[in-house]
C-alpha cells in the first residue's frame, strides 16, 4: 500500500501572506502513462472535500490561480500564493496510482 | 449539475447490518466510477470501496473485506454499500464520490456528496 505523509499537520497563516503544503508518498505516483497521480483537496468546515489541484499541477473547474501544484515521483507541494479568508479548513493529498490513500491532513487557520 | 446523495446512514447495534445508497444524477452513470470514501469523527478520509465497471472484481480496502460488499444498479443509477459484521470502528461520515477511470485504474474524485453518518454503538 502507497503511504502518503503531509507536512505540516497545521498552519496558521496571515491573510495575504502564502502557504505551502508538503506531501510525499512512498512510491512514486508516475505512472507509465506519463501522468503523475496525485490531488489536492481541501475540506471546507462542516462540507464535503472538494477537489483542488488533479495529477499534480492542473486546477480543477473553478479553482482561484492563487493555487497550484508541483513535484515529482515522491515528494509533492501545495502552494497558496496569498491566502484569503475562505481558504480555511483542512487539505489533503491523495493518490490514485494504486486504488487511493491520503495524507493526515493540513489544517489551516487565518492568523 | 452532476449530483450525488447518500442515503441510510443511521445508529446500529456492533455485529449488526446497514445498506448505504449513493443516487446520482446529472451525468452518464455508466462513463464513470462512483466510490466509498469514510471519514471517521476528527480523522482523516480512508478510501473503502468501488464497482468494477465491468462487473468482473470490485475492490476494497483491506480494513472492509470480507464484511462489506458494494454494488451497482445501471437503471436507478445507484450505488450500494452492504455492510455486515458491524464494528464500533466503521462510525464515520460515509461519502460517495466520483471519478473516471480507464480499464482498471480509477482516476481522482472530482465530485462528492454531502455524506450520511454511521454510528455503530451498543
Known amino acids: 500500500d502507497i503511504v502518503m505523509t503531509q507536512t505540516p499537520l497545521s498552519l496558521s497563516v496571515t491573510p495575504g501572506q502564502p502557504a505551502s503544503i508538503s506531501c510525499k508518498s512512498s512510491?512514486?505516483?508516475?505512472?507509465?502513462?506519463?501522468?503523475?497521480?496525485l490531488h489536492w483537496y481541501l475540506q471546507k468546515p462542516g462540507q464535503s472535500p472538494q477537489l483542488l489541484i488533479y495529477e499534480l499541477s492542473n486546477r480543477f473547474s473553478g479553482v482561484p490561480d492563487r493555487f497550484s501544484g508541483s513535484g515529482s515521483g515522491t515528494t509533492f507541494t501545495l502552494k497558496i500564493t496569498r491566502v484569503e479568508a475562505e481558504d480555511v479548513g483542512v487539505y489533503f493529498c491523495m493518490q490514485s496510482r494504486e486504488l487511493y490513500s491520503f495524507g493526515q491532513g493540513t489544517k489551516l487557520e487565518i492568523k | 449539475q452532476v449530483q450525488l446523495v447518500e442515503s441510510g446512514g443511521r445508529v446500529v447495534q456492533p455485529g449488526r447490518s446497514l445498506r448505504l445508497t449513493c443516487a446520482v444524477s446529472g451525468f452518464a452513470f455508466t462513463n464513470y466510477a462512483v466510490h466509498w470514501v469514510r471519514q471517521a469523527p476528527g480523522k482523516g478520509l480512508e478510501w473503502v470501496a468501488v464497482?468494477?465497471?465491468?462487473?468482473?472484481?470490485?475492490y476494497y480496502a483491506d480494513s472492509v473485506t470480507g464484511r462489506f460488499s458494494i454494488s451497482r444498479d445501471d437503471s436507478k443509477s445507484t450505488v450500494s454499500l452492504q455492510m455486515n459484521s458491524l464494528r464500533p470502528e466503521d462510525t464515520a461520515v460515509y461519502y460517495c464520490?466520483?471519478?473516471?477511470?480507464?480499464?482498471?485504474?480509477?482516476?481522482?474524485?472530482?465530485?462528492w456528496g454531502p455524506g450520511t453518518l454511521v454510528t455503530v454503538s451498543s
Open positions: 512510491q512514486s505516483l508516475l505512472h507509465t502513462d506519463g501522468k503523475t497521480y
Open positions: 464497482p468494477s465497471p465491468d462487473g468482473t472484481n470490485d
Open positions: 464520490a466520483r471519478s473516471g477511470y480507464r480499464g482498471y485504474d480509477f482516476f481522482y474524485f472530482d465530485y
